[in-house]
Antibody, heavy 120, light 113 residues
Framework: QVQLVQSGAEVKKPGASVKVSCKTS????????INWVRQAAGQGLEWMGW????????GYAQKFQDRVTISRDTSISTAYMELTSLRSEDTAVYYC?????????????WGQGTLVTVSS | DIVMTQSPESLAVSLGERATINCKSS????????????LAWYQQKPGQPPKLLIY???TRESGVPDRFSGSGSGTDFTLTISSLQAADVAVYYC?????????FGQGTKVEIK
């Protein structure tokens, strides 16, 4: 069965960076794009960017353009999201999500989420 | 960016009764070339990631109970739960995937009255 398993919770200081991993299984990693979405406590969903694991091509929301990098290691079917220059407003649960067969921004399987806390 | 606006923010419905959630996009998300509305609905329960319920505005994802239905076109959409069950208590989000960036509504919390 399709699974996306994310790395564990992180606590970071302002100005630091965080790198969250998303290990996939149950399907061919290079056949489906990966999106990253975040959710602050009690808030809605915010799309951050996407990656084509086959080509490595990425696209980012303008808000995060200068601070986020999505990458992958195809040998272990894992995607990564790195966010730099962290501030308190980046405290949120970060999700990876696989795109569906129908559209690159329609997601059908999600990771369990990784809580990133930014605090001094 | 396309802004998605949901209403109401929350609603309380008795078990077995109908729940209706509305979603409005700031511009059309109907793609003329394929006559499809690029609109999805997700359900999120506490401590869980979102779960895809409906896409193309009205197509149910595999395994989703038929009490969930979607309707609408262009800029105005509706998610209906025909007979609310206790398991349906959750926050529901609409999302447009018509263009980048994909954007979500702010969510509607559904509770039992």
């Amino acid at each position: 069965q399709v699974q996306l398993v994310q790395s564990g919770a992180e606590v970071k200081k302002p100005g630091a960076s965080v790198k969250v991993s998303c290990k996939t299984s149950g399907y061919t990693f290079t056949s489906y794009d990966i999106n990253w979405v975040r959710q602050a406590a009690g808030q809605g969903l915010e799309w951050m960017g996407w990656m084509n694991p086959n080509t490595g091509y990425t696209g980012y929301a303008q808000k995060f353009q200068d601070r986020v990098t999505i990458s992958r290691d195809t040998s272990i079917s894992t995607a990564y999201m790195e966010l730099t220059s962290l501030r308190s407003e980046d405290t949120a649960v970060y999700y990876c999500a696989r795109t569906s067969d129908y559209n690159d921004y329609l997601t059908d399987y999600w990771g369990q989420g990784t809580l990133v806390t930014v605090s001094s | 960016d396309i802004v998605m606006t949901q209403s109401p923010e929350s609603l309380a419905v008795s078990l077995g009764e109908r729940a209706t959630i509305n979603c409005k996009s700031s511009q059309t998300i109907l793609y003329r070339s394929d006559n499809k509305n690029y609109l999805a609905w997700y359900q999120q329960k506490p401590g869980q990631p979102p779960k895809l319920l409906i896409y193309w505005a009205f197509t149910r994802e595999s395994g989703v109970p038929d009490r969930f239905s979607g309707s609408g076109s262009g800029t105005d959409f509706t998610l209906t739960i025909s007979s609310l069950q206790a398991a349906d208590v959750a926050v529901y989000y609409c999302q447009q995937y018509y263009t980048t960036p994909p954007t979500f509504g702010q969510g509607t919390k559904v509770e039992i009255k």
